[in-house]
């Protein structure tokens, strides 16, 4: 089956580095991208990655291994407004999967 | 830019009935999406539109969901008859065409609970 699959919950301090990873098994891979979604919120894009490599976009960057079915989303300064659910997703015209979600908790 | 509109917000009714969801995507995108969110997981896609045409509905339990685009442009997503199951939120989603771009705009969703 085609899955993507991601810690369920990370915790971090105000200011620290976190990294969220995702590993897929999917077929027809094209891409993986990645959305925020606050709580009671809608998913709100955050990044895409096509091809192998680090694409970073403010304090947000995210990194893609074809070769190892595995990403990561990395968020750099982290702030309160950064407590929230994240999640990869297959990319690609259609099938699109979302993964499990995290669930990122930012302490003061 | 006016963003993706959905109604109702909030729709509470009891198992076996029926229950109908209104989608209007920004202006110009060709892609339409339905998801289905059980809370704590990850988006399930339901049914992909390209203009009026199903791109992919293969998670979409045919015997009681059914969703329409007509004209290519607004959306409805049907449940006849609801099980205690559906309760989620329903996400509404919009891109501006195969090759816009990655990027999907979400409705606020419709949060659905069966009785």
């Known amino acids: 089956g085609q899955s993507l699959e991601q810690p369920s919950e990370v915790t971090a301090v105000e200011g620290a580095i976190v990294q969220i990873n995702c590993t897929y098994q999917?077929?027809?891979?094209?891409?993986l991208s990645w959305y925020q979604q606050h709580d009671g919120g809608a998913p709100t894009f955050l990044s895409y990655?096509?091809?192998?490599g680090l694409e970073e976009t403010g304090r947000f960057s995210s990194f893609l291994s074809r070769s190892d079915s595995y990403g990561y989303l990395l968020l750099q300064e982290l702030q309160m407004k950064d407590s929230a659910s994240y999640f990869c997703a297959k990319g690609g015209t259609y099938k699109y999967i979302f993964g499990t979600g995290t669930r990122l908790k930012v302490l003061a | 830019e006016a963003g993706v509109a959905q109604s109702p917000r909030y729709k509470i009714i009891e198992k076996r009935q029926s229950v109908a969801f209104w989608c209007n995507p920004i202006?110009?995108?060709?892609?339409l999406y339905w998801y289905q969110q059980i809370l704590g997981q990850g988006p399930k896609l339901l049914i992909q539109?390209?203009?009026?045409?199903?791109?992919?509905d293969s998670q979409l339990p045919k015997d009681r969901f059914s969703a329409e685009r007509l004209k290519g442009v607004d959306s409805t997503l049907k449940i006849q008859p609801a099980k205690l199951e559906d309760s989620a939120v329903y996400l509404c989603?919009?891109?501006?065409?195969?090759?816009?771009?990655?990027?999907?705009?979400f409705g606020p969703g419709t949060r659905l609970l069966v009785l």
């Open positions: 999917t077929s027809g891979f094209y891409g």
């Open positions: 202006s110009g995108h060709a892609t």
């Open positions: 539109f390209q203009n009026n045409g199903v791109v992919d």
């Open positions: 990655n096509a091809l192998d």
């Open positions: 989603a919009s891109r501006p065409d195969r090759d816009g771009g990655e990027t999907q705009y």
